[in-house]
């Protein structure tokens, strides 16, 4: 693949002020601008070309900002529901399903869509930068930042919460180039992003970028770019559960670039977007008309973070606020943020594990609770296009198909901790890579 590939053609651009600029390597904000602001990804391509299934995800080159393929990527995988549908009614639901299911083509090892992530951002960096690539998560996004790397040689540190680790599995090893650390039990994703913040800053260490990488919400964008190609056109709805946001928000942009392209309707999504009760700081300030997130104590939140399901939806400050991010996606999609039950996300889990046949994630589940609900008080209709964004499933089939290996932690450290302490250790992990700090 590699050798065939040339860079894609693209420029990038401010949403707040519209201003057009080169990526000069890995820009995250837009240059000179004082607001917060998302770049996006601006392609000279206005009609995606689909290169074939051997392509792995990058057969939407077109519209990932890249430089090289990688090894192993999967793409998501869409078809029309049977099972679900029946029950609920629908005439026309479609399934994005990102994740393990070889019968239906689907051959995400990792199990979730934040490998989409991993591999575009992965395809963004080059050989050049020459530094160790650092990630926070609650779980999802480090498992699949860790196979990535691994596979392809690539320096990682990733910063997941203790209490998450369970969620770094495996069906090999992993290359010693990726290296875990953790905040102490008790913590969340919150604490692993402040982790991550300290060792992004230090030298030799560059950040990920979360929702400010262009590629990272180009990868999950290829979602609705496998949707809309396999159905043909855009849907009306869009059902997922956010952590971040960052996937709606992909979305929400592939939905522009669809209509730029023209050859599949002139709709824009409605982005039902969901979140798992108790733990709803998105859905309060949506409700609230507020685009500022609301206060939140520390403590509360931890609480309400050890109640949840859906660990991966523990995000405390989201890319909501800022210019482009969800608030703008739900003002300009006449979107909502819906909310669901532990006990509604497992009755779907279970609903559609009967129905259509592959156990979901937790967050999926979130998704497809609050589409039986937006069924039963009649947010949608039977003849309406929609489209289900499973963003992770197929992990308890591949467990039980394939033998599993767990990543452990190098280093666990206090919830507030030492930043000196940290610099010392972390620079201990990669002696090869780290120069000595004066």
């Not at 050798?3 to 002020?17: E, I, P």
């Not at 990804?41 to 074939?52: P, S, T």
């Not at 990688?70 to 869409?78: K, N, Q």
Request: charged residues 25%.
């Amino acid at each position: 693949m590699d050798k065939t590939f040339v860079k894609t053609n693209y420029q990038l651009q401010s949403v707040k002020t519209g201003k057009i600029f080169n990526d000069s390597g890995w820009l995250l904000d837009a240059p000179g601008e004082i607001e917060p602001t998302l770049i996006r990804a601006v392609y000279k391509k206005k009609q995606l070309e689909l290169k074939d299934d051997l392509w792995g995800l990058y057969k939407f080159a077109d519209w990932l900002p890249i430089s090289r393929t990688l090894v192993g990527s999967s793409s998501p995988v869409t078809y029309k529901s049977e099972g679900l549908a029946a029950e609920l009614g629908l005439k026309n639901l479609w399934i994005t399903f990102s994740g393990y299911w070889p019968e239906k083509g689907a051959t995400i090892k990792t199990g979730s869509f934040k490998e989409t992530e991993a591999y575009s951002v992965c395809g963004r960096m080059t050989p050049e930068m020459d530094k160790v690539l650092v990630v926070a998560s609650a779980g999802n996004t480090s498992r699949a930042f860790a196979k990535v790397c691994s596979e392809n040689n690539i320096p990682l540190i990733i910063c997941v919460p203790e209490d998450n680790i369970g969620a770094l599995w495996f069906d090999e090893p992993i290359n010693d180039c990726v290296k875990l650390i953790c905040s102490r039990s008790g913590s969340d994703y919150f604490d692993a992003i402040h982790l991550s913040n300290i060792v992004a800053g230090m030298e030799h260490f560059i950040p990920e970028g979360g929702a400010k990488n262009v590629a990272r919400r180009d990868g999950m964008a290829t979602t609705v770019l496998s949707a809309v190609t396999t159905i043909g056109e855009i849907p009306e709805y869009y059902f997922q559960a956010v952590g971040s946001g960052t996937g709606a928000i992909a979305a929400w942009e592939a939905n522009l670039r669809l209509l730029e392209d023209g050859r599949f309707g002139s709709n824009k999504m409605k982005l039902m977007v969901s979140q798992n009760a108790p733990f709803t700081p998105m859905y309060d300030a949506w409700k609230a008309d507020s685009r500022a997130m609301l206060p939140l104590l520390d403590h509360v939140a931890r609480k309400q973070v050890e109640e949840i399901d859906a660990k991966v939806l523990s995000n405390r400050k989201p890319p909501y606020p800022i210019y482009g991010g969800l608030y703008d996606a739900l003002k300009d999609t006449d979107g909502d943020v819906v909310l669901a039950t532990n006990q509604e996300a497992r009755d779907a889990a279970q609903l559609f594990l009967e129905k259509e046949g592959n156990d979901i994630h937790p967050a999926a589940a979130v998704a497809t609770a609050t589409l039986v609900s937006a069924v039963k008080n009649g947010t949608v209709g039977k003849d309406d296009l929609i489209m289900l964004n499973i963003t992770g499933g197929g992990e308890q089939k591949f467990k039980h198909e394939k033998k599993i290996y767990y990543l452990e932690p190098e280093v666990v450290f206090d919830i507030d901790p030492n930043p000196e302490e940290i610099i010392e250790k972390v620079n201990n992990l990669f002696p090869q890579k780290i120069k000595p700090l004066v």
